[in-house]
């Protein structure tokens, strides 16, 4: 099934164009941010246009389809986690259906390693 939680404005509008046929689409409202990283963590595949989105597919290991002909996080495109797609329709569904999210996976250290907070204090105080 498609889980895709909904803006509200989206789903005026998508109403506004007649909806869409419910199939395997589950339409849902917007999710708290615990119960989408609970969604993607548990997910095949993420498709999104959210930049934020796209990197936490990646700390999810999960593979991404980003609905854009760009990203801001071109690392995720580059590992192969992420592919960038128009908004041509077969090659949204030929991208989702040949997901997959590299074996070796992403560096441990792709975003950092856990420890800018104690950075941050030590430079703090040594000014």
């Known amino acids: 099934p498609v889980i895709w939680p ?39 595949c993420v498709l999104t246009d959210s ?26 495109v580059a590992l192969g986690c992420n592919v960038l797609v128009s908004a041509d329709e077969s090659a949204i569904v030929e991208a989702a259906a040949e997901a997959y999210f590299p074996a070796d996976g992403p560096p441990a250290d792709l975003y950092g390693n856990g420890q800018a907070g104690r950075k941050i204090i030590e430079i703090l105080r040594a000014s």
Do not use: F
């Open 6 to 44: 909904l803006h509200p404005r989206t789903r005026k509008a998508m109403a506004a164009l007649g909806g869409i046929e419910p199939g395997s689409v589950r339409l849902t409202s917007p999710l708290s941010y615990l119960d989408l990283q609970s969604l993607m963590a548990n997910a095949r």
């Open 51 to 76: 930049g934020g989105l796209q990197k936490e597919a990646v700390l999810h290991q999960v593979p991404c389809v980003t609905l854009r002909s760009e990203t801001e996080w071109v690392e995720t």
